[in-house]
């Protein structure tokens, strides 16, 4: 029998329908997909949040007071969800960074509310004006570097683990070739996750493009996995099953694919111990991507409750 997910697709963002007295947190404005719809603004149910990113990836700004958030710190988040208690809160993945939106996911989901995330696909991604092998795309202006995600910095010590490194791949081959030569793992380890079906059809073989060289160099391409590119809770269900492999396996799950595939990274690192995320803090380009495609909505907190 196959397991149905919490989740809903629309057309457009503005045909998102949130919960009575829902509360929304979103990044400011810079792409066309992460506008905020007139029909979200004239929802007088709905109180909105807008997060401003800053330089340090430990901090982000709330609100028009600006008031500073430090992600690894608790109680900063806590503050700005104390006000909203009780109310089902909808977190809009889709303008903010790994370290923005998955420190305030934890802590939302371990303050017991009802949580949403809500992710917009583009219309199409920008491509480079000069290609070159594994840069097919202009997504990304530089990396700032392998740093800890707030509140989810986790390591093995223990030596009797074994690290299965797992990639979940975009576009961006110069990310996945970071990432190896920074890490350093077996090939036989290494699991890539590539998403199949992409968000159109021609993605995959973009995806396959832009990671070529690495695929091959470390034969990664015998221990792919194919996950649909917008479903969070598949790549959970396969990061479980890959811990099944053998006993006393430690992951390292890298986050360079899409926002869909790292929520579900974070949502299976949130109830297991032996996970890692590994982000190499990328500096997005506001011209990374044109127009806005269908929207995702997430019931993350209905996919984390005991069966």
């Known amino acids: 029998m196959l397991k149905s997910w919490p989740s809903s697709i629309y057309t457009s963002s503005a045909d998102v329908i949130f919960l009575r007295g829902a509360a929304l947190f979103h990044g400011k404005f810079l792409e066309e997909r992460s506008a905020i719809p007139t029909s979200w603004m004239n929802n007088s149910e709905l109180s909105r949040f807008e997060i401003v990113e800053c330089d340090d990836i430990s ?3 709330l609100g028009q007071d600006a008031q500073e958030i430090r992600g690894n710190s608790q109680p900063d988040v806590e503050r700005i969800l104390a006000p909203i208690v009780g109310r089902p809160i909808y977190i809009d993945i889709t303008g903010l960074s790994h370290h923005v939106w998955m420190p305030l996911l934890r802590n939302a989901i371990d303050s017991g509310a009802d949580v949403w995330c809500i992710y917009a696909e583009p219309e199409k991604y920008q491509f480079t004006n000069s290609p070159r092998p594994s840069e097919f795309f202009d997504l990304s202006e530089r990396i700032r570097g392998i740093a800890p995600i707030p509140t989810f910095a986790k390591l093995s010590t223990n030596r009797n683990l074994k690290i299965l490194t797992v990639p979940l791949l975009g576009f961006e081959g110069t990310r996945f ?3 190896v030569e920074t890490l350093q793992p077996e090939g036989k380890n290494v699991f890539p996750f590539i998403g199949v079906p992409g968000f159109k059809p021609e993605y995959p073989f973009h995806t396959y493009q832009g ?3 690495t695929l091959d160099d470390t034969r990664a391409w015998e221990n792919v996995r194919f996950l649909d590119a917008a479903c969070p809770f598949s790549v959970a269900a396969e990061l479980a099953s890959l811990q099944t492999l053998a006993p006393n396996i430690f ?6 694919g899409t926002k869909p595939h790292a ?3 974070a949502l299976y ?3 297991n111990q032996n996970v890692e995320l590994v982000y190499d803090h990328p500096v997005r380009k506001p011209s990374r991507t044109s127009g806005s495609s269908r929207c995702h909505v997430y019931h993350v907190s209905e996919f984390l ?3």
């Open 177 to 179: 070739r970071y990432m």
């Open 211 to 213: 990671n070529a060289n």
């Open 59 to 61: 901090q982000f700004r």
């Open 263 to 265: 929520l579900g990274a």
């Open 305 to 307: 409750e005991p069966n």
């Open 269 to 271: 690192a949130l109830r």
């Open 251 to 256: 992951l390292q799950v890298a986050l360079i």
